[in-house]
């Protein structure tokens, strides 16, 4: 076997506390199958006579597979004097992981230069407060921040046990955050307890524990340099390495999402394939619910794509795969964000040095009313994949992205158990986007309450009233109200965004702007003016975000235009404009208010009725 000099940088190791040693990592991106510290999946040694028990891959950032063999293992037989020399002296003391993914996978360096940190920190962009969890399931990183002077994140090395929740060695009381349960919903259980467990496994982290729990592999590489491709249960979440990808041959036409838009031997990979398995995944198969369309033409190749010059194009980052709902509504665009967030969180990384491709089968274009929030996840464009037309394409790594209608997923027509709210997941979301945008809180404001309503300029669910109660509003000194309109022409996303994380109090109109509550501060209340018969969306989302939800009451109390007009279904209560009592509204504001100031982390809070 011909031998080839290993690189320091391709060395690297993670610590694991339950098996108690240091693993020794080789980065050899072909055979990759990753787990997180969530779990693991055993399989084979590329190319060794590792007993089964003896190796492990783990999805680390990163493509190396992670190795807990003997020193005896023939890979490391290959290795240079000089990295036997290298790993000599930092074994234990800064093995380090290597990621493809840019910012915490960036390699630490062995040496430092004096004066120069020995790791790129700024690359890693989250939130304070997200650090220490950062650091928990990215070891090397912590070990590299240990040593160096220039580490801004000292302090966080004490709270290494800090976990999100669905890591395998996370106990509950370091977890994240932990939703609070009011009262239990027979229909689903009869403990607080119990109540908490289902409500965490719908909807925080442990939804992500899951997803992690089902990973299987479908395809297992056999040598170095092979691919793989790893999913979730009903393909609703896969990761490829090396996947081959062949659009020379492809039609396109109005079809979004072509269910056989690929044939036999144009997507796949060089790696023993269980058909099978892959077959029996189809149970949900939809455009934005599932992967299985897409990959059940899946096929084992004869030939390394890459190692046999059968790619035109060949690309080097990470790159995201994602089927996208409307972008011109906000509540369904933003579907597709929180499955990206969870769908990082799978993947163990938060780089924005990965790629991301709209897979759409269509020639159409996509409008994107929201496209400033790509940034909070890539650094560049996203990729149309008719880009690629023409082409055979290789990725070296590859993630399908968790989908924004899947059964039972987050956030559209989730089921959730009654009684429950405040989820660390979307917290977090909310916390990652807004710092990832430059979105800051201005205030709050003592002895001041910032009010904002949300006007509407389009042809229905228009508050005809809507000076009276704003004059009403006005009245009441400890008030600050704004009204503005969300037109994405006359004011950007960004700014809006500023808008709505800078208020107390977010009154509108049933419809997608009151997704703007996710970006509320923790708080804030949302009003939700009139919920025209849909009582479940904006009070589910609210309970998600852990946000204070309030709706108008009484019916005989809020005065239809007229009884809608749906061009379909006739009569509808969407389709209209209303009227409210001032007396109710104001009732219903000074509720929330009162809510607002009593709020554990209301910084000016006072035990005494304000209003």
């Known amino acids: 076997?011909?031998?080839?000099?290993?690189?320091?940088?391709?060395?690297?190791?993670?610590?694991?506390?339950?098996e108690g040693a240091s693993c020794i990592a080789l980065k050899e991106s072909s055979a990759a199958l990753r787990l997180s510290s969530a779990g693991e999946v055993q399989t084979p040694c590329p190319g060794g006579p590792c007993k089964k028990t003896a190796c492990r891959q783990a999805y680390l950032p990163g493509p190396g597979v992670v190795l807990s063999c003997s020193s005896s293992?023939?890979?490391?037989?290959?290795?240079?004097?000089?990295?036997?020399?290298?790993?000599?002296?930092?074994?234990g003391v800064l093995l380090h992981g290597v990621s493809l993914s840019g910012q915490e996978e960036a390699s630490p360096k062995a040496d430092g230069i004096p004066g120069e940190p020995l790791f790129n920190y700024a690359s890693i962009r989250l939130p304070q407060e997200h650090i220490p969890f950062f650091l928990h399931n990215n070891r090397h990183v912590a070990t590299v921040c240990k040593k160096d002077s220039h580490c801004p994140y000292k302090k966080h090395l004490e709270n290494l046990k800090f976990c999100w929740g669905y890591e395998k060695s996370c106990k509950p009381e370091f977890r994240f955050g932990y939703p609070l349960c009011t009262y239990v919903d027979m229909g689903w259980t009869d403990t607080l307890e119990s109540a908490q467990d289902i409500f965490w496994k719908q909807a925080d982290f442990g939804y992500?524990?899951?997803?992690?729990?089902?990973?299987?592999?479908?395809c297992q590489p056999e040598e170095t340099n092979d691919s793989s491709l790893v999913c979730s249960r009903y393909l609703q979440y896969c990761r490829a390495t090396n996947l081959y990808l062949d659009l020379r041959n492809i039609k396109r036409d109005h079809d979004r999402f072509k269910e056989d838009f690929f044939q036999s031997g144009e997507i796949g990979g060089h790696c023993t394939l269980d058909i099978r398995t892959l077959m029996s995944q189809g149970q949900r198969k939809s455009p934005l619910q599932s992967w299985f369309a897409e990959l059940q033409s899946y096929t084992q190749l004869a030939f390394r794509p890459i190692e046999a010059a059968e790619c035109d194009v060949v690309i080097e980052k990470p790159t995201y795969f994602m089927k996208l709902d409307a972008g011109v509504n906000m509540y369904h665009h933003f579907?597709?964000?929180?499955?990206?967030?969870?769908?990082?969180?799978?993947?163990?990384?938060?780089?924005?040095?990965?790629?991301?491709?709209?897979?759409?089968?269509?020639?159409?274009g996509y409008?994107?009313?929201?496209?400033?929030?790509?940034?909070?996840?890539?650094?560049?464009?996203?990729?149309?994949?008719k880009t690629y037309d023409s082409k055979r394409v290789c990725f070296k790594e590859a993630?399908?992205?968790?989908?924004?209608?899947?059964?039972?997923?987050?956030?559209?027509?989730?089921?959730?158990?009654?009684?429950?709210?405040?989820?660390?997941?979307?917290?977090a979301f909310s916390q990652h986007?807004?710092?990832?945008?430059?979105?800051?809180?201005?205030?709050?404001?003592?002895?001041?309450?910032?009010?904002?309503?949300?006007?509407?300029?389009?042809?229905?669910?228009?508050i005809l009233n809507q000076n009276e109660l704003v004059n009403a509003l006005k009245t009441v000194s400890t008030l600050e109200v704004r009204?503005?309109?969300?037109?994405?022409?006359?004011?950007?996303?960004?700014?809006?965004?500023?808008?709505?994380?800078n208020t107390d109090i977010f009154i509108g109109m049933h419809g997608a702007g009151l997704t703007h509550l996710l970006f509320l501060p923790d708080w804030a209340a949302v009003f939700e003016l009139y919920n025209c018969g849909d009582e479940r969306c904006y009070l589910d989302l609210a309970r998600l975000r852990g946000i204070h939800y309030v709706t108008w009451r009484r019916q005989n109390k809020v005065f239809p235009q007229d009884k809608g007009h749906h061009p379909t279904l006739g009569e509808h209560p969407k389709f209209t404009n209303y009227s409210f009592d001032v007396e109710e509204f104001m009732y219903l504001v000074l509720q929330a208010a009162d809510h607002v100031l009593q709020h554990p982390k209301w910084p000016f809070r006072k035990k005494r009725d304000e209003l």
């Not at 993947?347 to 759409?360: A, G, Q």
């Not at 409008?367 to 994949?385: C, E, K, M, N, Q």
């Not at 968790?402 to 660390?424: A, E, K, V, W």
């Not at 009204?483 to 994405?488: A, C, H, M, S």
């Open 1 to 18: 076997m011909k031998t080839r000099r290993v690189r320091p940088e391709e060395i690297r190791s993670r610590n694991t506390e339950e």
């Open 73 to 91: 293992h023939p890979l490391l037989a290959y290795a240079s004097l000089e990295v036997a020399m290298l790993m000599l002296l930092i074994l």
């Open 208 to 218: 992500a524990g899951e997803r992690l729990e089902e990973l299987h592999v479908l």
């Open 335 to 364: 579907c597709d964000f929180i499955n990206l967030y969870i769908t990082q969180h799978v993947n163990n990384s938060f780089s924005t040095d990965v790629y991301i491709v709209m897979w759409d089968t269509s020639s159409y």
């Open 367 to 385: 409008g994107d009313l929201f496209s400033d929030t790509w940034r909070a996840f890539t650094d560049y464009d996203v990729i149309h994949l």
């Open 399 to 427: 993630i399908f992205s968790l989908l924004p209608r899947m059964r039972y997923g987050l956030f559209y027509n989730t089921p959730l158990i009654s009684g429950c709210q405040n989820t660390g997941l979307f917290r």
């Open 433 to 462: 986007v807004l710092h990832r945008l430059n979105i800051t809180q201005e205030g709050p404001k003592d002895g001041r309450i910032r009010v904002t309503i949300l006007a509407r300029s389009t042809e229905y669910r228009k």
């Open 483 to 501: 009204i503005v309109d969300y037109k994405y022409k006359e004011l950007g996303f960004l700014d809006q965004l500023r808008i709505s994380h």
